[in-house]
């Protein structure tokens, strides 16, 4: 149900709008999808996350919410480029540059410490951490190639904050420090490219607790 319902969202969903801070259509654009995997999520798996907190990312993947990423993901037909031993997603490649030489020139240094994982991968990462730790094998948004685990981000850094206040910016979000759904630990270091649009709304979605976080750093380590 939730493969065919995914297909039927990437047929239809042609969608397009000008992004705008917090304005009203950016806030209900696919409202009526999220609203059906909001009633999914709740009759499947029990699983109580409002359509408030549910977005589509820029190759129309859920956003906020768990999800088999892997029916949905070829990686042989996607466009990515080598980091190293990591790879990401050709877009996501270029904002992450952007991202680490603007974050560089305030003296803050960020590197990947992991980023796409295969199944397989997840399956033993899944196997030595538990649910508590690791997502279950399809679920994790590592399979996206879009997604990094950034090196000594912790959520006491100073990286973290410079994070939250400008990686909006750069199309990438925390999506699994902010997240209704609490079977998972709050990751400060995973950040996943969502596309600009979608990173817009999920700051304006989790505003109020994004803004809290950044008075905590802000009190530590001042502005930045």
Known sequence: MQKLFCIVFLLLSNITLAQDDCSASLQKKYWRYRINM??????????????DKIFYDFMNMPI???????????????????IGSDKLLYPAYIEYKKMKADASKKGVNINIRSSYRSKRTQEIVFRKHGPKVAEIPGYSEHHLLTTIDIRYAGENTKLFLWLLKYGFDYGWV???????????RKEAW????????????????WKDDINQEIRRLSYQFGSI
């Open 38 to 51: 909001s009633t999914f999520l709740a009759q499947e798996s029990g699983i109580d996350i409002h359509p």
């Open 64 to 82: 906020g919410v768990p999800f088999n990423y892997i029916d949905f993901i070829d990686i042989s037909n996607q466009k990515y480029v080598n």
């Open 174 to 184: 925390p999506t699994y420090y902010f997240r209704i759904e609490k079977n998972i």
């Open 190 to 205: 995973h950040w996943r490219f969502v596309g600009i649009e979608a990173a817009k709304w999920f700051e304006c979605a």
